[in-house]
């Protein structure tokens, strides 16, 4: 045991001596005789303490020896029977001399000892020992010389164990239980409270609980709130960072370190200091302020009429001072039981009274206490923020409302995240809420009133924009709140004045989400308020920063539907055409949506799916069956959320609505239900430019990664290669290049073999058979392959042969072959050269090639790109994802063919090419060949994860 302080070391001792007298006192019950006293109480938990306190008194002073024949019964006496005098011998031990520590004092050598102990101390003299209980003070009155008199004890408690325990102790010296007392003068007495201090402690804890006031129920903190806010306060303060900062405070001494005892108390404290009726006023005058004309500049805007500083700094003090005197006057109790911890742990001899009505005599400096409980507060905010936890806010909020507390920016611009998450599911924590649900607003069975956990954000968001100035963030809070009260007119004016100021404000950088807007369109969506819905989803679509997502379209697309709008027979919803919609109803408003939807979205999940599938059977479900072909039937019905939908492979009627699963031909695009032909959509002029810049961008990032830092490198040096080799492209002369040859691909094609390696004769293979169809191939391979010896893929030293030697330097010669720059990836060189214009050579001709070319050409868009690769780079990943799934459904040309072995290959060796993708998968509509229903044009949606 590591022994840090003579009083620790002292208490080392005393439970030691507790132990030995402990065991002692158990062999004695087991080898004594019994007697009328200790037949039914020696099993007496607290006597037999008591009989302990003899073998400690005898301990210091051990008496001279004498014989001893202790008797071993093998029956007790009956009730009233005495010591036995004449057969009270033992064969095993009789004759035989004990040794002084292993005699037995019975209790009449405690009881007198403890008698003459008190007639030679002075009665007027006060004691500092801690006096005897009252159920063992008979002991001090027996009747000495009645030495056969044994006053029988307490029966009220279980039998005491009579197993023996080692000698764990057995090495302790005779001298070891002598202590001095303040006045070094040598003494074996050791208070009973610290020795066994669970016969005191019922009584202490009675005297602790009549000294505290009784606190009022509606002023407890919920229980599962207070837990889960108690877990992370502990935390806190078990944090080194913490801790080191609060040590500093209590280092200065005085002033600080009461303060800090103060804070810590309250902090832990699980109930209200202020009722929630001041509170609440308080708090409604913030909010009025926050609703004054200028609330949008912060704190700057409104001030009192008297002073010079804003209105809610001034509330904030208010509430401070009534805090600090409640704090003083109601809490004596646990503000005196915490400096009386503190105090016994100096060794101080205050009692804790006296320093209750210190602190009351001495009020608590206001900024000392607020800058200590920020430090704490800041910590829990960021504690919560780490793991995703919201439950302990609501008891923190609390006690920073009733304290009055300022926050740094940075603490509640943490607490605006942390509260954001109320409502969801914590992700650690046991104690941690699931739900509003999982906070009741009452507890009428306990008589709490407890917080609501729907208040919180938005109340902390009031903070936020009144301590700084507003964001998105604290909006987004409010509007969020508003919605789920139902004043989503108010919400929508708020955000239409927030967007007003950031455009008023030109050095702010804040921008609008979808997230802001989100609340309010899905109260519209499920309220059944379309027109407002619309004509928000339209000002959202032109809002910078927003980015509508695929369930934003389906959320809109599938409450129309559901409110039978696209039925062909429903009311037009108002305002839809003056917001540039061609129809109000019917398949047409459904055709302008969806197309609307095509350019922001590539494809939709399982769940968005069958969430518009069951939005069209609802809207439709009073369509029936009929024999007038031009009646619009549906044979739609609701399917379980969970559900899988089986995919569909029968034809549809003509007039029939069509939702249903369904499965691509591969090969022609065509679809099985409507007949409809899928198209292989190509890049745009504008978006081959996009893609081109974006390529020019990745270099500069992919260089500074692939590379590393070179002293005689440009930053920007794999950009400024990259855009020679765009400018060569443009402009060169001669033919345009119609195919670019992914060199390396080629090369390395099924030459994975045990003498595979990369082989110049499969790219001449394929440079012949690609000018044999009429193309002018470019080959694009890395810098080290336009060398006679390199390093392979597979970190094999490869020597090219004579012949690979002629066929890289004619396709040198003849500017069919280009080498990447070192240090440079040659995928961004192949992507562009895609793209390229080729201005000079091309003279803005229409490379493409039709279905029907005379001369049998592959068809499609030129220049193609001929590999197999799957584009899975992690750095092509940040492309734009429609651009790069057109231009790889448009430029990618797959081939096959068998492999070389060096030189050699099979006769009739031949390249096939397939394209890569037939038609594009991406959200499109198309004509129905049998003009059938919506309009002749069918819509198809790719579905991600079936």
Same mark, same amino acid.
């Given at each position: ?41 020696t099993?007496?938990? &607290? ?11 005898h ?36 004759g ?16 007198s ?42 029966d ?17 010296s ?34 602790e ?45 005085? &002033?600080?370190?009461?303060v ?25 005058n ?17 001030r ?18 009534i805090?600090l ?36 005599e ?8 607020h ?15 780490r ?36 409502g ?12 509003i ?5 009452s507890?009428?069975?306990?008589g ?54 950031i ?6 950088? &804040? ?21 407002s ?19 934003t ?47 922001d ?21 009073n ?32 007039n ?28 745009e ?15 500069t990032?992919?260089?500074?990664k ?21 400018d ?7 033919e ?35 000018e044999?169809?009429g ?54 060189y ?25 001369d ?10 001929i ?19 057109r ?22 060796? &031949? ?36």
């Open positions: 045991m590591k022994r840090d302080s003579p009083a620790q070391y002292q208490r080392f001792l005393e439970s030691k001596a507790a132990s030995e007298s402990w065991r002692k006192m158990q062999e004695q019950n087991d080898d004594r005789v019994a007697a009328d006293a200790w037949i039914g109480n099993r007496n938990v &607290e006597a037999a303490e008591a009989s302990a306190m003899s073998n400690i008194s301990t210091a002073s051990p008496p001279p020896p004498r014989t001893a024949t202790p008797i071993r019964p093998t029956a007790f006496a009956s009730h009233g029977a005495g010591r036995g005098k004449e057969n009270d011998t033992d064969p095993i031990t009789a035989q001399e004990v040794p002084w520590y292993k005699r037995r004092p019975d209790i009449s050598d405690f009881a000892e403890m008698a003459e102990k008190n007639r030679n101390v002075d009665r007027d003299t006060p004691s500092t020992e801690t006096a005897l209980p009252n159920k063992y003070k008979h002991l001090m009155n027996k009747n000495l010389d009645d030495s056969s008199k044994i006053h029988k004890l307490d009220d408690v279980g039998t005491v164990s009579s197993k023996k325990k080692s000698g764990v102790f057995a090495s302790i005779k001298s070891a239980l002598n202590m001095r007392d303040a006045n070094g003068v040598t003494s074996t007495s050791i208070p009973f409270s610290e020795l066994f201090p669970t016969l005191y402690a019922n009584d202490s804890q009675k005297k609980e009549k000294d505290r006031k009784p606190v009022n129920p509606a002023m407890m903190y919920e229980e599962n709130q207070f837990e889960a806010y108690h877990e992370a306060m502990e935390a806190v303060f078990a944090d080194h960072g913490a801790n080191k900062a609060i040590s500093k405070f209590e280092a200065k001494g005085g &002033e600080e370190k009461r800090v005892q103060i804070v810590k108390q309250w902090l832990l404290n699980d109930h209200r200091i202020i009722d929630q009726n001041s509170v609440k006023e308080r708090w409604n913030v909010e009025q302020v926050w609703k004054g004309e200028k609330w949008m500049t912060g704190i700057v805007g409104e009192g009429e008297e002073s010079t500083e804003p209105r809610f700094i001034c509330e904030l003090k208010a509430q401070q001072e805090f005197s409640k704090l003083l006057e109601e809490d004596e109790s646990f503000l005196a039981s915490g400096e009386s911890a503190s105090s016994s742990d100096e060794g101080s001899s205050k009692r804790s009274g006296d320093l209750a009505s210190e602190d009351i001495n009020p608590i400096c206001p900024i000392l206490f800058e200590i409980t920020q430090h704490i507060m800041g910590t829990l905010g960021r504690y919560c923020a793991r995703a936890r919201s439950s302990p806010m609501v008891v923190a909020w609390w006690k920073v409302k009733e304290s009055g507390l300022l926050l740094s920016k940075s603490t509640i611009s943490t607490y605006l995240y942390v509260v954001s998450l109320m969801m599911a914590d992700s650690l924590g046991s104690s941690s809420g699931i739900g649900s999982s906070y009741p607003i507890d009428n069975e306990k709490r009133v407890v917080d609501s956990r729907d208040a919180i954000p938005e109340e902390v968001a009031t903070y936020h924009d009144l301590a700084s100035k507003p964001t998105e963030s604290s909006i987004s809070l409010r509007v969020k709140a508003m919605a789920c009260k139902g004043d989503a007119n108010k919400a929508e004016e708020l955000l239409v004045a927030f967007q007003n100021s455009e008023a404000d030109q050095s702010s950088d &804040e921008l609008m989400r979808l997230r802001t807007y989100l609340p309010i369109l899905k109260h519209y969506c499920e309220t059944g308020e379309i027109g819905a619309l004509s928000l989803f339209k000002r959202m679509q032109y809002t910078p920063g927003v980015i509508l997502e695929p369930e379209y389906v959320l809109l697309i599938a409450s129309i539907a559901e409110n039978k709008y696209f039925c062909e027979k429903s009311s037009p919803i108002e305002g839809a055409q003056h917001l540039g919609y061609s129809c109000s109803n019917g398949p047409g408003l459904f055709d302008d949506l969806v197309a609307e939807m095509s350019c979205v590539l494809e939709i999940s399982s769940a968005s799916a069958r969430r518009l599938y069951n939005s069209l059977a609802v809207g439709f479900q369509e029936s069956n009929s024999d007038n072909e031009d009646i619009v039937v549906s044979t739609l019905k609701e399917v379980h959320p969970l559900m899988s939908m089986p995919v569909a492979r029968q034809s549809a009627e003509h029939e609505v069509v939702a249903s699963r369904v499965s691509l031909d591969r090969s022609t695009g065509i679809c099985p239900v409507t007949d409809a032909q899928q198209r292989l959509i190509i890049l002029p504008d978006q081959r430019i996009q893609l081109h810049d974006d390529l020019l961008n990745l270099s990032e992919q260089f500074a692939y590379a590393g830092k070179k002293s005689d490198d440009s930053p920007n040096r794999a950009r400024e290669q990259l855009q020679k080799f765009s060569w492209l443009n402009q060169r002369q001669g345009p290049f119609t195919a670019i040859v992914d060199g390396a691909n080629i090369g390395y094609y099924m030459q994975s073999f045990d003498k595979g390696r990369f082989n110049y004769h499969q790219v001449k293979f394929m440079v012949d058979t690609l044999e169809r193309e002018n191939p470019l080959v694009i391979v890395p810098h080290k392959y336009g060398y006679s010896q390199f390093y392979s893929t597979k970190r094999e030293h490869q020597r090219l042969d004579q012949a690979e030697i002629e066929i890289m330097n004619d396709l040198t010669k003849s500017g069919k072959l280009y080498r990447v720059p070192p240090r440079c990836l040659d995928d961004f192949w992507m562009l050269a895609s793209v390229s214009d080729q201005t000079a050579s091309r003279n803005a001709r229409d490379l493409s090639v039709s279905n029907n070319d005379p049998h050409r592959f068809p499609g868009t030129r220049p193609m790109l590999s197999n690769d799957q584009m899975r780079d992690h750095r092509l990943e940040l492309l734009e994802p429609r651009l790069f799934r231009w790889y459904g448009c430029h990618i040309v797959n081939y096959n063919f068998t492999a070389f072995v060096l030189g050699e290959s099979v006769a009739g060796n &031949e390249v096939g090419f397939s394209p890569a993708d037939f038609f594009s998968r991406e959200i499109q509509g198309n004509q129905c060949p049998d003009n059938g229903c919506w309009n002749s044009q069918a819509w198809h949606f790719p579905v991600s994860d079936w």
